[in-house]
């Protein structure tokens, strides 16, 4: 075996454990389908009153999930900054790792830790 292989980590009888395939993840698209792709069936309504409301639930439902994500990246951002961190990150690297500016990630920062204080964190 070449160094440059990973080794495998031995079994529970002390030889090599067998390779397994990784569990899908659940986002995992399905295999490649023939057919067009679909839109949570948007296409397929063909009421414009129907289309307008379910199309309308769909993206309130996408814009709080939205907001509740940018909730999650500055709470996130204030632990990363947090002075009390022995691995604590300056603002420039939190910015280039969420491909924001500095600005951005200062104002992230404050908001994350607007957001521990109050207690409005992931729940």
Not at 96 to 117: P, Q, T
Request: aromatic share 8%; with cysteine; glycine share 4%.
């Amino acid at each position: 075996m070449c160094e440059c292989e990973p080794k495998q980590a031995p079994g529970p009888g002390g030889g090599a454990a067998p390779r397994r395939r990784p569990a899908p993840l659940l986002f995992e698209p399905p295999e490649a389908v023939s057919e067009a792709e679909h839109f949570f069936d948007l296409e397929s309504i063909e009421d414009p009153r129907e289309l307008l409301a379910r199309s309308t639930e769909l993206a309130l439902a996408f814009r709080a999930a939205a907001d509740r994500a940018i909730e999650f990246q500055a709470v996130a951002a204030a632990q990363l900054a947090d002075p009390r961190r022995f691995d604590r990150l300056p603002t420039a690297v939190i910015a280039e790792r969420a491909e924001w500016s500095e600005d951005y990630a200062k104002k992230m920062v404050e908001f994350g830790r607007e957001l521990l204080r109050s207690g409005r964190t992931a729940d």
